[in-house]
Structures are given as structure tokens and as C-alpha cells.
């Protein structure tokens, strides 16, 4: 690419990581960015970068995937019905190529935090704000909505991934200057982390510094850090009001079972039942039954809810599978989970070498077991994003030896 294009390329990619969390609103304008990344990507068309991007393994492995679903859609006659995610499935390796031509990713890094960072803001304003008007430590669900910029759940999971990026650069970066300023902003998001009590992003944060305590310690204290680390998270779970009705839905004082609670207020609960239901009724073995058609037994399945309130809340929601591994055994069966599992087997096999692109991928891994990434156009994006993050990383040529 000529200088000029090079930095617009660079600017337009980062636009695109600024806007992530943002995606609710900012679909056209990520959308606009997109189209002109690629105009820029034809205009200066180097078919030797392409074919160094294509090469890789884990895009092999994801494309053959990808074909499979295409393939199979096809022979299935659900290709127009289920065309909505297999789009969003090429959008992923489409975005790979994209973010790839990135020449300096630190544009992709630093503008994917700094998005997340006005998204906390604002939120965190938002959440300390109603604290003090309705003198109650206790969010209510009704409330949620309103306090987020960008929903709890993806919130969660874009501030663990910015922590982690933050983390690598505290450690690749000798100013001094730099390295307090990112060992606030990681101060910072974990205060975060525990004000907006994402379930999901405290659990995989947690799972991640114990793997990184494992990768990185060789000290025979190694398990009493550990056990201490395990004692901290819980007493801050159990002491904190938010957290604990969040965790163990303390603030439920009619069911004394915890596995009733479990029941009656975690919707994943009937979703992942109803899903096993589909499994054994429609016999799914090697292939399954397409994305359009398990959302549909899934409605079904709603309707037959006996509380009419729960029953109306699951089919306005229409919630899918909420487990990205669940809803390819049944969309595309065992054949496709194994493709899957074969594309993260690479790019697992790539990021282990680093401690920082390790756990970027584990993020990925542990959300995709809560969460249909698959299914939404922000998903494709973070998907994307973490692949080319994760890979660069791994890559950097000049790198000190972090993981030593």
C-alpha cells in the first residue's frame, strides 16, 4: 500500500475497534468503515500478503468449516433460511483478512481499548449514579438496560480482553510513564469488572489469572497462591450485595436449594434443557437440523412453558442455544463440532508460545460455552479481532521473551 492509504487503512481499522462497543448504535458507521477498508484492500491488491494470511492453519481450518456449513445448508435446503449466520461465519474470515493488512496493530489495540474505555465510562457513571439516587447496592433488572452502554454480558467479556492487552503492554513497554499509566487503566477495569458484576467476565478473568499463575510460576507455592486467590474471589463474591444475589441469588430468601435458584431465575437452565430435548427427540448424530430450524424447535419448546410471565419473556427474547458448541452439534452436528474444535485446536497450538495470546483465546473459548457469538454481527467482529490480536502477539518478531 502506498503511505498514504497505508495510514488511512490503519485509522479506519482502529475507527472500527473504537466503535465495537458501540455496535447497538454504530452498525452503519462500522458497516461504512468496513466497505472502505476493503476498497483500500482492492485499490492496492498484493496477492503475495493475501496468500501469507490464507496459508495460516487456523484460517484453513475455520474456511473448511465454514465450507462444511455452506456444503451443508445446501444439501439440506436451509441455505436462504440459515443464511443470516453462515454470512456472519464468512464475515469472520472476511474481517481476518481485513484486520490482517492492519500494517501497525497497535491502531487495532489501542483503539479497541479506548472504545471500551468510553463504554465503561459511561456505564460506570451511569451505575454509581444510580446507586447514590436509589440508595439500594442492589442493581435492579429492570434497570440494566438503561445503565448500559453496551450490553452486561458483551461488556464483560471486551473489558477482560482489554485487560489482558493492557497486561501485555505493562510488560513489552520500558517507559516508565506508559507503564503506570496502563497499570491504572487495569486497575481500572477490574474495579469495573466487579461494579457492573458480569458473572461471566469475573469467572473467565479469574480462570485466566489462575492459568497465567500456572503457566508463568515454578514455585512450590504455586498451589497456596492459588487456594488464596480462590479464598479472595469468593469472600468478595459472597461480602458484595451485587455479587452475591448475581452469583448465588442471595436475595431469593422463598428457595433454600441453591439448585432450585439455579432453576427458577438462570434462563440458561430451560435453554440448555430444552436444547438436549431437541438433541434426543430429533436424533442428531453426524449432521443436525440447521441454525433456522433449531431456533425454531427452541420457540417450540417456550410454548409449552407452564408459567405464563417466563413463558412470554423466553419467546419475546426468542433466546437461542446460548452455548456456541451446543448450537453447532445441533445445527451442523458431531461433524461440524469436530471441524470447529479442529480450527481451535490450531489456533490454540499457535497461541500457547505466549502467555498474553493464550489467554485471549481462552477468553474466546470460555464465552463461546455462555454465548452465541455466531449468531450476532458483533460477535463476528470480537471473533475476528481476538484471532488477529491473539496471532500478532504470538508473531512479534522484536518481542522479549515474556513467557520465560
Same mark, same amino acid.
Request: glycine share 2%; with cysteine; aromatic share 16%.
Given at each position: 500500500?502506498?503511505?498514504?492509504?497505508?495510514?488511512?487503512?490503519?485509522?479506519?481499522?482502529?475507527?472500527?475497534?473504537?466503535?465495537?462497543?458501540?455496535?447497538?448504535?454504530?452498525?452503519?458507521?462500522?458497516?461504512?468503515?468496513?466497505?472502505?477498508?476493503?476498497?483500500?484492500?482492492?485499490?492496492?491488491?498484493?496477492?503475495?500478503?493475501?496468500?501469507?494470511?490464507?496459508?495460516?492453519?487456523?484460517?484453513?481450518?475455520?474456511?473448511?468449516?465454514?465450507?462444511?456449513?455452506?456444503?451443508?445448508?445446501?444439501?439440506?435446503?436451509?441455505?436462504?433460511?440459515?443464511?443470516?449466520?453462515?454470512?456472519?461465519?464468512?464475515?469472520?474470515?472476511?474481517?481476518?483478512?481485513?484486520?490482517?493488512?492492519?500494517?501497525?496493530?497497535?491502531?487495532?489495540?489501542?483503539?479497541?481499548?479506548?472504545?471500551?474505555?468510553?463504554?465503561?465510562?459511561?456505564?460506570?457513571?451511569?451505575?454509581?449514579?444510580?446507586?447514590?439516587?436509589?440508595?439500594?447496592?442492589?442493581?435492579?433488572?429492570?434497570?440494566?438496560?438503561?445503565?448500559?452502554?453496551?450490553?452486561?454480558?458483551?461488556?464483560?467479556?471486551?473489558?477482560?480482553?482489554?485487560?489482558?492487552?493492557?497486561?501485555?503492554?505493562?510488560?513489552?513497554?520500558?517507559?516508565?510513564?506508559?507503564?503506570?499509566?496502563?497499570?491504572?487503566?487495569?486497575?481500572?477495569?477490574?474495579?469495573?469488572?466487579?461494579?457492573?458484576?458480569?458473572?461471566?467476565?469475573?469467572?473467565?478473568?479469574?480462570?485466566?489469572?489462575?492459568?497465567?499463575?500456572?503457566?508463568?510460576?515454578?514455585?512450590?507455592?504455586?498451589?497456596? *497462591?492459588?487456594?488464596? =486467590? !480462590?479464598?479472595?474471589?469468593? +469472600?468478595?463474591?459472597? #461480602?458484595?450485595? /451485587? $455479587?452475591?444475589? &448475581?452469583? %448465588?441469588?442471595?436475595?431469593?430468601?422463598?428457595?433454600?436449594?441453591?439448585?432450585?435458584?439455579?432453576?427458577?431465575?438462570?434462563?440458561?437452565?430451560?435453554?440448555?434443557?430444552?436444547?438436549?430435548?431437541?438433541?434426543?427427540?430429533?436424533?442428531?448424530?453426524?449432521?443436525?437440523?440447521?441454525?433456522?430450524?433449531?431456533?425454531?424447535?427452541?420457540?417450540?419448546?417456550?410454548?409449552?412453558?407452564?408459567?405464563?410471565?417466563?413463558?412470554?419473556?423466553?419467546?419475546?427474547?426468542?433466546?437461542?442455544?446460548?452455548?456456541?458448541?451446543?448450537?453447532?452439534?445441533?445445527?451442523?452436528?458431531?461433524?461440524?463440532?469436530?471441524?470447529?474444535?479442529?480450527?481451535?485446536?490450531?489456533?490454540?497450538?499457535?497461541?500457547?508460545?505466549? *502467555?498474553?495470546?493464550? =489467554? !485471549?483465546?481462552?477468553?474466546? +473459548?470460555?464465552?463461546? #460455552?455462555?454465548? /452465541? $457469538?455466531?449468531? &450476532?454481527? %458483533?460477535?463476528?467482529?470480537?471473533?475476528?479481532?481476538?484471532?488477529?490480536?491473539?496471532?500478532?502477539?504470538?508473531?512479534?518478531?522484536?518481542?522479549?521473551?515474556?513467557?520465560?
Amino acid at each position: 500500500m502506498r503511505i498514504n492509504l497505508v495510514k488511512t487503512y490503519n485509522y479506519l481499522a482502529a475507527l472500527i475497534c473504537i466503535a465495537i462497543p458501540f455496535m447497538t448504535y454504530a452498525k452503519a458507521f462500522v458497516n461504512i468503515c468496513m466497505i472502505c477498508l476493503f476498497l483500500i484492500f482492492v485499490i492496492s491488491f498484493n496477492k503475495q500478503k493475501l496468500y501469507e494470511i490464507v496459508r495460516q492453519k487456523y484460517i484453513i481450518a475455520f474456511a473448511v468449516f465454514l465450507f462444511f456449513v455452506v456444503s451443508y445448508s445446501l444439501l439440506n435446503g436451509s441455505f436462504f433460511v440459515d443464511f443470516s449466520e453462515t454470512r456472519k461465519l464468512a464475515q469472520i474470515i472476511f474481517l481476518t483478512i481485513l484486520f490482517s493488512l492492519v500494517e501497525d496493530k497497535r491502531f487495532l489495540i489501542y483503539g479497541f481499548i479506548l472504545g471500551v474505555f468510553i463504554s465503561t465510562l459511561i456505564t460506570d457513571f451511569n451505575i454509581i449514579n444510580y446507586y447514590i439516587n436509589s440508595f439500594d447496592f442492589l442493581i435492579s433488572k429492570s434497570s440494566v438496560e438503561e445503565l448500559f452502554i453496551t450490553q452486561r454480558l458483551y461488556l464483560g467479556i471486551l473489558v477482560v480482553i482489554s485487560i489482558v492487552l493492557l497486561s501485555f503492554l505493562f510488560n513489552t513497554l520500558n517507559t516508565k510513564e506508559q507503564r503506570i499509566l496502563y497499570a491504572i487503566l487495569i486497575l481500572y477495569f477490574v474495579f469495573t469488572l466487579f461494579l457492573i458484576s458480569s458473572r461471566s467476565a469475573l469467572l473467565i478473568a479469574f480462570l485466566l489469572f489462575i492459568t497465567a499463575i500456572i503457566y508463568k510460576s515454578k514455585s512450590i507455592y504455586t498451589p497456596i *497462591i492459588m487456594a488464596a =486467590s !480462590l479464598a479472595i474471589f469468593s +469472600i468478595i463474591i459472597i #461480602t458484595n450485595k /451485587n $455479587l452475591s444475589n &448475581r452469583f %448465588l441469588y442471595s436475595e431469593d430468601s422463598v428457595r433454600k436449594s441453591f439448585v432450585e435458584k439455579i432453576k427458577t431465575h438462570e434462563p440458561r437452565y430451560d435453554i440448555w434443557k430444552f436444547s438436549f430435548e431437541i438433541f434426543n427427540e430429533q436424533n442428531i448424530a453426524l449432521l443436525g437440523i440447521g441454525t433456522y430450524r433449531t431456533q425454531e424447535l427452541l420457540v417450540a419448546k417456550y410454548r409449552l412453558m407452564p408459567i405464563e410471565k417466563r413463558r412470554n419473556w423466553f419467546i419475546e427474547r426468542n433466546f437461542n442455544t446460548h452455548n456456541q458448541y451446543v448450537d453447532i452439534v445441533l445445527s451442523f452436528g458431531f461433524i461440524g463440532l469436530i471441524l470447529f474444535v479442529i480450527f481451535l485446536k490450531e489456533i490454540i497450538m499457535l497461541s500457547f508460545k505466549n *502467555i498474553y495470546s493464550l =489467554s !485471549l483465546i481462552l477468553s474466546l +473459548i470460555l464465552f463461546l #460455552t455462555i454465548e /452465541n $457469538l455466531f449468531h &450476532r454481527q %458483533l460477535g463476528s467482529f470480537i471473533f475476528a479481532l481476538i484471532l488477529i490480536l491473539a496471532t500478532h502477539i504470538t508473531n512479534l518478531k522484536d518481542e522479549k521473551d515474556i513467557s520465560s
